[in-house]
Nanobody
Framework: QVELVESGGGLVQAGGSLRLSCAAS????????MGWYRQAPGAQRELVAT???????IYAKSARGRFTISRDNAKNTMYLQMNSLKPEDTAVYYC???????????????WGQGTQVTVSS
């Protein structure tokens, strides 16, 4: 059983900062790509940023220069530091990871339950 749990969401004023965490737990053999996605009300889920196991980073245009994705492989944890937040960043933020469970040769895509980020103007 593998689980992703996000934390760190909340209510913040425009211009403020939040740091999201995503902890992977369970029977984890290896983790390759990890990423953050978000979904605003009435909108489709969209990419925010991804980080590969080797460290390659990809950011959405909306996140570039304000958000920083990172990971601690020893802790199976990923972070998203969000600065200069705007009301349009309001969404449920989901973490995603490609994980190979212990004893298996295939990797699977896992999602967390989401954490709400609300930015007030």
């Amino acid at each position: 059983q593998v689980e992703l749990v996000e934390s760190g969401g909340g209510l913040v004023q425009a211009g403020g900062s939040l740091r999201l965490s995503c902890a992977a737990s369970g029977s984890i053999g290896s983790i390759s790509d990890m990423g953050w996605y978000r979904q605003a009300p009435g909108a489709q889920r969209e990419l925010v940023a991804t980080i590969a196991s080797g460290g390659t980073l990809i950011y959405a245009k909306s996140a570039r220069g304000r958000f920083t994705i990172s990971r601690d492989n020893a802790k199976n944890t990923m972070y998203l530091q969000m600065n200069s937040l705007k009301p349009e960043d309001t969404a449920v933020y989901y973490c995603n990871a490609r994980i190979r469970p212990v004893g298996l040769i295939t990797s699977y895509n896992y999602w967390g339950q989401g954490t709400q980020v609300t930015v007030s103007s």
